[in-house]
């Protein structure tokens, strides 16, 4: 039986015998000849192939084999090259024509890639070398596979005719693989058919089909690999954006809300209405929203692509969604930075009363109670031991202040208010400090504090913070009319100034001062004494 080879003729893919081939093969090499140097004679070519497709079609039919007779009757109908009269005069064109090699990845000869196949086209080599040598390197040294796979990223892949010219150069010839699909422009490369070369020996071609399962189990497991990947960044897509418009948009506390850490922030996007200038808080959310929902939506395309493994022009919406989502960041970083000009300076103050005396048991007591504040929305900041309140029908904020007990050097029992606010300038800060209301008051042997301080209605909030520090002598009893984490969230320091929270964390109400800071005491014990 006849060998057949398969053709790209005209966008038509048709089956030719040996023999039709060589004769194919010369006729339209011989017309590009003639054609090639003429002004407008690529496009004569390109007409000349699809009439000898449209008539290849009309005799035998695309399941059919194109025969000699066949090509000999296309040629009667169409003409001889040397018929063609073009007006200019013959110039003798050589069969090769100088081309410059490229390196690409062979799209038409792989077991992974076709890194190994474009190596060896280039190289005018035998690909089952460079695989043996891949695999080799792979095994004991580990270096081939991402090599491997650093030519497959980098190498582009010859789809086009001029990229396979290209790949091939000069001696661009007929592949040895049997079955193999020619273009026309592949028909017309070719110096010399050799059908010796096309057979391959029975090595090759058995290590070839090794190399070939290989690659094919190697792939199912990449397969499984990335949808693997997909299906993780797709739930982690949805997820981000599903909790994003849940807690910011619906402000849903539940499973979606970080409330259950002790950090509330669904209420943040209002309290942008006391950080920056009301009419940026619109523009702010918008663009933090696109900010962050876009990468979302890309990583649950590049998963559904993982997944799925489904091919798509979408560089132009990819480029532009960069393009977007670049732009969004610079107009969200200058509207920011902008607004953030007015936290660039900080000042503080401070006021110290000293007690008349220094009692041996001190009262603390709270006034004004964050139990009976009317207000909408609260933000949490529990890492910064920071937390405000928004009364949004009078724009006022509550924030609770720090309290700091430290053992007094001097024997004397001291508290000292310091207030601390930002601006543009110090000076605009100070003033800002000038402008936070807290209260407290001393009545004997008793310290009335407030629970909260008030910054200036309609004031935007400008990283306002009042600390307030007890000091009092070794021996000193402080009682507190109740939890002390309920009254203030507070701290106190040691001898040695290192925090003890995690002793405040207890609901002790009576705390002595030791030569080593407070020490929790029992009620009992203070009667008995």
């Given amino acids: 039986m006849d060998k057949t080879i398969n053709i790209n003729l005209g966008g038509t893919l048709f089956q030719i015998d040996e023999e039709a081939f060589r004769i194919l093969r010369d006729y339209l090499q011989a017309i590009n000849n003639r054609f090639a140097n003429v002004q407008g004679g690529h496009e004569t070519i390109e007409d000349i192939e699809s009439r000898i497709a449209e008539i290849f079609r009309s ?174 960044l797709v739930l982690t897509g ?37 950080i920056v200038n009301p009419a940026a808080v619109p523009w702010i959310i918008i663009l933090a929203s696109v900010a962050i929902i876009l990468p979302m939506i890309a990583l649950i395309y590049w998963g559904v692509k993982m997944i799925f493994w489904f091919k798509a022009n979408d560089g132009v919406v990819s480029l532009a969604g960069l393009v977007v989502w670049v732009m969004t960041i610079a107009a969200l970083a200058i509207i920011c930075f902008n607004e953030g000009i007015s936290f660039a300076q900080s000042a503080k103050t401070s006021a110290e009363t000293v007690l008349p005396h220094s009692p041996d048991t001190l009262y603390i007591r709270s006034d004004q109670k964050i139990a009976e504040l009317i207000y909408q929305e609260e933000i949490n900041l529990p890492h910064e031991e ?17 309290l700091s007990v430290d053992r007094s050097d001097d024997k004397t029992t001291r508290l000292e208010v310091r207030k601390r606010s930002s601006g543009r300038t110090e000076m605009e800060a100070m003033k800002k400090t000038d402008g936070l209301v807290y209260n407290y008051s001393i009545k004997g042997d008793t310290l009335h504090l407030d629970e909260y301080f008030t910054s200036p209605a309609g004031r935007k909030w400008s990283a306002d913070n009042v600390g307030i520090n007890l000091y009092i002598p070794t021996g000193t009893i402080l009682k507190f009319d109740k939890d002390p984490r309920i009254l203030l969230h507070s701290s106190f320091r040691n001898e040695s100034d290192e925090y003890l929270e995690s002793r405040w964390e207890s609901n002790h109400s009576i705390w002595r001062m030791t030569d080593n800071g407070l020490r929790s005491v029992e009620e009992k014990s203070v009667r008995q004494k």
Wanted: hydrophobic share 40%; proline share 4%.
């Fill in 59 to 232: 005799q035998k039919g695309l399941a059919g084999v194109v025969t000699r007779e066949n090509v000999e009757s296309m040629i009667s109908v169409i003409g001889k090259p040397e018929d063609f009269d073009h007006g200019e005069p013959e110039t003798e064109v050589p069969v090769y024509t100088s081309q410059k090699k490229r390196m690409y990845r062979n799209s038409e000869d792989t077991i992974l890639g076709g890194v190994c196949s474009g190596i060896a086209a280039y190289l005018d080599s035998d690909p089952v070398l460079f695989r043996i040598l891949f695999v080799i390197s792979a095994v004991f040294f580990g270096i081939g596979f991402f090599v491997y796979i650093a030519l497959w990223i980098a190498l582009p892949a010859a789809r086009t005719d001029t990229q396979k010219r290209a790949m091939y150069g000069n001696s661009y010839h007929t592949s040895r693989a049997e079955g193999r699909t020619y273009s026309n422009s592949q028909i017309i490369g070719t110096a010399q058919y050799n059908p010796s070369y096309n057979d391959t020996s029975r090595l090759g071609n058995a290590i070839n089909e090794v190399f070939r399962a290989i690659g094919r189990v190697f792939y199912i497991i990449v397969r499984i690999f990335l949808i693997l990947i997909g299906v993780v």
């Fill in 386 to 402: 920071y937390s405000v309140y928004m009364n949004d029908d009078k724009k006022e904020l509550y924030i609770r202040p720090y």
């Fill in 238 to 274: 949805f997820l981000f954006i599903l909790s994003f418009v849940m807690i910011f948009v619906f402000k849903y506390p539940g499973a979606f809300s970080i409330d259950s850490s002790g950090m509330n922030l669904i209420y943040f996007p209002n309290f942008l209405n006391y």
